[in-house]
């Protein structure tokens, strides 16, 4: 006991204890090895100064109403991810809106995740629209935008005092970006130096950050071979692979031993880590809902060599139907359902 409260000691910078008197030769104890990262368990909140704006109030399980990020973070959360939308119609997303949000988030202590649409507006595997401002330009000059609206937003988000320990450069970029010059099945290269360049401007910045590409479908390890492959054959960089899974309750057991199985590949295949950046199921289905997070979190966890940094919710807090969306996981009154219990596990 002794020598363990010494070991503890000496983490903590406090003094060496001696062993003498104990049998032991004196002298300090080696240093103990660093602890690993924790595990990174959390939401994307994109909509939450949209809702607030809107008249939405959240509520604790006893029906006391509480902040959205202070609330998940009492349901065992550590992160918060927000999406940036270039110059959106309605101003939600763009540089000022990311930056008040991210503040809140870290001024509670949360872990920041920044998802870099390049897109006025939604980008997922159906859409990847130019941003306006960037359309009837060549490659050369989208990368030079690209670069510079990242710069911008990271610069904000430093002056700040916000530091993100993730960065996505692309959302579900199942085939490519900024369509058509970086779609992948038409021009894998156009594609990769995107990437490259969304990524040398974040390190630029941030130089810890670590750098996400983000696929849909993280059951599909087809897809995630077809698109990581590219990407390295024509030397794009990235630090961690990013995936998505939304199963219903009926196929999340199948869904989830598949995204382990790809998990474990990507991770092996390119020496990268891996991380569930989004999630979801139907609002109504919470006892289900938990059970597949509980178990996408051990699996995540169980990805070989400690690869598996984290599991993120996609918009728990939209309730109601708002904007048409049934896969958060609070229920109409605005109370977080048994479906984020999985998170304080």
Not at 184 to 193: D, G, I, L, R, V
Request: glycine fraction near 10%; charge should be neutral; include cysteine.
């Amino acid at each position: 006991m002794k020598r363990i409260l010494c070991l503890l000691f000496v983490a903590c910078g406090f003094a060496a204890c001696s062993d003498k008197g104990n049998g032991g030769g004196g002298g300090t104890p080696p240093t103990p090895p660093p602890t690993p990262a924790q595990f990174a368990k959390g939401a994307d909140v994109g909509w939450l100064t949209e809702m607030e704006a809107a008249g939405k109030k959240f509520y604790n399980s006893s029906g006391t109403e509480q902040e959205c990020i202070a609330l998940l973070k009492s349901l065992g959360m550590n992160t918060i991810r927000l999406r940036v939308w270039v110059n959106p119609a309605a101003g939600w997303n763009n540089s000022a809106d990311v930056v008040v949000k991210a503040v809140r988030a870290k001024n509670l202590g949360m872990r920041i995740m920044i998802d870099f649409h390049y897109s006025d507006t939604w980008a997922d595997p159906g859409q990847q629209a130019k941003p306006a401002a960037w359309v009837g330009v060549d490659i050369a000059s989208l990368k030079t935008l690209l670069a510079a609206h990242t710069t911008n937003v990271l610069n904000a988000l430093k002056s700040s005092g916000v530091t993100p320990e993730w960065v996505q450069v692309g959302n579900e970029t199942n085939d490519g970006m900024l369509w058509p010059d970086g779609k992948a099945s038409t021009n894998m290269n156009s594609f990769a130096q995107l990437v490259n360049a969304g990524y040398d401007a974040v390190k630029a910045i941030f130089p810890s950050a670590k750098v996400i590409v983000h696929v849909s479908n993280g059951w599909d390890n087809s897809l995630f071979r077809w698109l990581f492959d590219g990407l390295k054959n024509n030397g794009g960089k990235w630090d961690v692979t990013g995936m998505s899974l939304y199963p219903t309750a009926a196929s999340w057991p199948t869904l989830n031993s598949q995204c382990l199985t790809n998990m474990n590949d990507m991770a092996a295949r390119y020496g990268k880590e891996v991380m569930v950046v989004e999630a979801g199921m139907s609002w109504d289905q919470p006892a289900a809902c938990n059970s597949f997070l509980a178990d996408l979190i051990l699996k995540t966890k169980a990805v070989t060599g400690d690869k598996g940094l984290g599991v993120l919710y996609w918009e728990p807090q939209a309730y109601n139907g708002w904007q048409g969306y049934t896969l958060g996981a609070f229920d109409n009154s605005g109370k977080p359902t048994a479906a984020l219990n999985a998170f304080n596990n």
